[in-house]
């Protein structure tokens, strides 16, 4: 492939590597709830935190007509205001001491975010490996 002086490469913009970012970045705030809604699983009045899933971020910011996103409100030369993933509180099924994290359910979340990461993964991997085979059929 001939690069002309000036002229960004053709794969050097590619909206799946921002998705794939995008969704291993949810899984990390998402996985980092769930560590700390384990952690203060004894803590009085606390309640279990948790975001939005990634479709419905994805679906809010126009991701599926195309248009960029922003993952940060760096990102974009600071249009985009970055990716609110909504931390929300569980009040219901509080215990006696008002603390509303079920350890069971934050293990089934735990796994399903590592699902989740590990799917980003694997659509960066894949989309590495197509792009790898484009390039050498040039």
Same mark, same amino acid.
């Given at each position: ?35 700390? #809604?384990i &952690? ?18 994805? &679906?809010? @910011? ?10 940060? %409100? /760096?990102?974009? #030369? ?21 603390? /509303?994290? %079920?350890?069971?359910d ?25 792009? @790898?085979?484009?390039?050498? &059929?040039?």
């Amino acid at each position: 492939m001939k690069l002309i002086e000036g002229e960004a490469p053709v794969f050097a913009d590619l909206n799946v590597f921002k998705i794939a970012y995008s969704m291993a970045s949810h899984a990390g705030t998402r996985q980092a709830l769930v560590s700390q #809604n384990i &952690a203060n699983a004894n803590t009085p009045d606390y309640h279990s935190k948790d975001i939005r899933p990634f479709s419905e971020v994805f &679906a809010r @910011r126009g991701a599926s007509s195309g248009d960029m996103i922003s993952t940060r %409100s /760096s990102h974009l #030369n600071g249009a985009g205001g970055g990716v609110d993933w909504a931390i929300t509180e569980d009040d219901t099924g509080a215990g006696p001491n008002g603390n /509303s994290v %079920s350890i069971e359910d934050e293990i089934l979340k735990g796994v399903e975010v590592k699902r989740q990461h590990d799917r980003a993964l694997a659509i960066y991997r894949s989309s590495m490996n197509v792009l @790898r085979a484009s390039i050498r &059929a040039n």
